[in-house]
């Protein structure tokens, strides 16, 4: 048995805190890693020791912080998700050093944490898997469309949808390169797309006792670039025999490698009307998951304490009988991005910040604090529980309403409308490619912006002289530029009572709990906007530019990729918008860009 007296985290963000919130219910000290970009961040405060490293990446410099942090034999390092957590050789590093490693074997990463290995182990164990495609096959002949995707990692990351042979040479370039830069390993796979499968997972459990157990399955199938959105415990619209079959699977695989510590099998369930109605082995995380809460709250555990206590050596406190089951939990990830324009990454100034009190919500965000585009855009995650599916459903529609966040654009607007919708409230109603099908309604902004203008004219009007517009008129009191629009919401229920507007300096915002509006100024000497036919091409979001593949003067058709951008490691091709000359090239290789940047200029005609 080992002692483990700190816990480090190698890590950042609501995964960290979420760690050291358990740490201190444990009484075990807390050591926080950081970045420069994060000194000031909510998990170094949180922390009883804070240890700079130049990045979380940095394997040499995790090691020392741990070493600095305690006696060899009484620190583990917890590594969270992302980062170094699926790392080998780092958890061998750890191992070697003495320290405590919350995880599994160095040896069962790299045969469950690599996505090819994994596929030859459940071949092996007789789990079904998803028919996959040779790299040396003639790609003529595949049945499109094909998933191409990282062998190594997960999350979402490195993932690509290919339709049509014309297209699988660049899904295969953009998924090596967002694979070695997630990852460092830029190996794929290629495997049979599944147009309407649902993500159905189960967490497992062992310890170095040969005991092996799951705490049920979660429903994953809200995605949208193959990130999650909202997840679930238990999957629902699931047969008891469908469930157990998928439950031993799991356990079976797990138990095969000699699986140590919490762990995740993934699965997809072909599910459409054309379906085979049989599930397929995609992957193992060998990690705690981002969705870990709603298995916590359904199986009545606490994953991270089991986690420390399974590294120290410790038998599971219960076998597959002692699991008590309970209620239905519900999670949604707040993300900076605009759900409302193709999920693009944001950037900026939290203003305000306001989370439900009536949730459990794991967060790194308060008031006031800058979100950057240098990682992950998960800023955190809100999750309810209720007796059943559909009280619990009720409970995040609840919770949204009382989530707010404003200054920076997020999805939690989408989020809310999303958990009411119909779709969402049919058990298992929507696969993974729904939102790539469907499109979620954004509030109508409409009786917003006319508000927004009268303000914006109120607060720019001159306020002294004899023109000085100071809201004065007959038979009633001066306005004010900050104004309840109760009567607004009379006329238009999609802006409730209570919205706040408020002007700030070429912004006008209008926010009710997660809904909100944003309505720019135009500017007389930049703000031209687009002609129609014109062929320039801005950036989407603020990032870095990863390739830059025309120079000026170059022939180009329609639908050519002239660079790529990247921002929370996420790519966006820009493309050609018709054939044409390359007028304009802005854009380098490494260059930070702000949203709209103008990157290149596109002439139309040879």
Same mark, same amino acid.
């Given at each position: ?15 960290? !805190? !979420? %760690? ?15 970045? *420069? ?6 998990? %170094? ?22 070493? &600095? ?40 990463? #790299? ?13 092996? $164990? ?10 040396? #096959? ?10 191409? /995707? ?13 339709? +049509? ?25 290629? #495997? ?5 499968? !649902?993500? @159905? ?17 979660? &429903? ?7 990130? /999650? ?16 079959? @998928? ?43 981002? &969705? ?16 420390? $206590? ?56 308060? +008031? ?25 459903? !009720?409970?995040?529609?609840? $919770? ?63 306020? +002294? ?21 109760? #009567? ?45 036919? *014109? ?39 820009? /493309? ?31």
């Amino acid at each position: 048995m080992t002692q483990i007296q700190s816990v480090l985290v190698a890590n950042r963000g609501e995964i960290a !805190r !979420r %760690v050291f919130r358990t740490c201190r219910a444990l009484g075990l000290r807390a050591v926080a890693v950081h970045t *420069d970009l994060d000194a000031d961040a909510l998990h %170094v405060h949180d922390a009883d020791v804070a240890i700079r490293v130049p990045s979380y990446l940095d394997a040499d410099a995790v090691l020392a912080a741990a070493k &600095e942090a305690g006696p060899a034999g009484t620190v583990a390092i917890h590594p969270g998700y992302g980062f170094l957590s699926e790392n080998a050789a780092f958890a061998r590093a750890v191992t070697g050093a003495g320290l405590a490693w919350v995880g599994p074997t160095p040896e069962v990463i #790299e045969q469950m944490g690599r996505k090819d290995a994994a596929r030859d182990l459940a071949v092996a $164990a007789g789990v079904p898997v998803v028919p996959s495609y040779a790299l040396d #096959e003639d790609p003529a002949g595949f049945a499109y469309p094909v998933l191409v /995707k990282a062998a190594a990692g997960g999350g979402g990351k490195g993932m690509r949808v290919v339709r +049509s042979a014309a297209e699988l040479p660049e899904g295969i370039a953009a998924a090596k390169r967002e694979a070695a830069s997630a990852f460092g390993d830029d190996t794929i796979l290629i #495997e049979k797309y599944v147009e309407r499968g !649902r993500h @159905i997972e189960v967490q497992v459990l062992g310890d170095a006792h040969g005991h092996v157990v799951h705490l049920g399955t979660r &429903e994953c199938s809200v995605q949208r670039r193959h990130q /999650k959105v909202i997840e679930e415990a238990p999957a629902p619209a699931l047969d008891d025999e469908l469930r157990e079959r @998928i439950h031993s699977s799991a356990v079976a695989l797990s138990a095969s490698v000699g699986y140590v510590n919490a762990g995740t099998i993934e699965y997809l369930l072909d599910a459409g009307e054309s379906g085979t109605g049989e599930f397929y082995f995609l992957e193992m995380n060998t990690r705690l998951q981002v &969705e870990h809460p709603v298995t916590e709250i359904h199986s009545g555990t606490d994953l991270v304490a089991l986690q420390l $206590a399974v590294a120290g050596g410790a038998p599971l406190p219960f076998d597959q009988a002692g699991i008590a089951f309970g209620e239905h939990a519900i999670e949604a990830r707040i993300y900076a991005e605009d759900a409302f324009g193709g999920f693009l990454p944001q950037a900026g100034r939290a203003d305000v910040v306001h989370w439900p009190a009536a949730a459990r919500v794991d967060h790194a965000l308060e +008031s006031g604090q800058v979100v950057s585009t240098s990682y992950d855009p998960m800023l955190g995650k809100v999750i309810v529980s209720g007796r059943d599916r559909e009280a619990a459903r !009720r409970a995040l529609v609840a $919770a949204l309403d009382d989530t707010a966040i404003l200054g920076l654009t997020t999805n939690t607007g989408f989020l809310r409308e999303l958990a009411a919708s119909d779709a969402f409230a049919e058990p298992g109603g929507i696969d993974t490619a729904w939102l790539d099908r469907h499109e979620v309604p954004a509030p109508d902004a409409a009786p917003a912006r006319a508000i927004a203008a009268r303000l914006w004219l109120d607060t720019h009007s001159e306020r +002294s002289g004899p023109f000085a517009g100071d809201g004065f008129r007959m038979g009633g009191p001066a306005a004010a530029p900050t104004v309840e629009l109760d #009567e607004v919401a009379t006329a238009a229920p999609r802006v409730p009572a209570g919205t706040v507007a408020r002007v700030t300096g070429h912004h006008v915002e209008l926010a009710h709990h997660g809904q909100r509006f944003v309505f720019t100024r135009p500017d007389a000497s930049t703000d031209h906007g687009v002609a129609a036919g *014109d062929g320039t091409i801005v950036a989407p979001m603020p990032g870095t530019v990863l390739d830059v593949r025309v120079a000026e003067g170059e022939a180009v058709t329609e639908g050519q990729v002239l660079g790529v951008v990247e921002a929370m490691k996420m790519e966006l091709a820009l /493309k050609a918008p018709y054939d044409g000359t390359v007028a304009t090239v802005s854009a380098s290789v490494g260059q930070q860009v702000a949203l709209g940047a103008v990157l290149f200029v596109v002439e139309e005609g040879q």
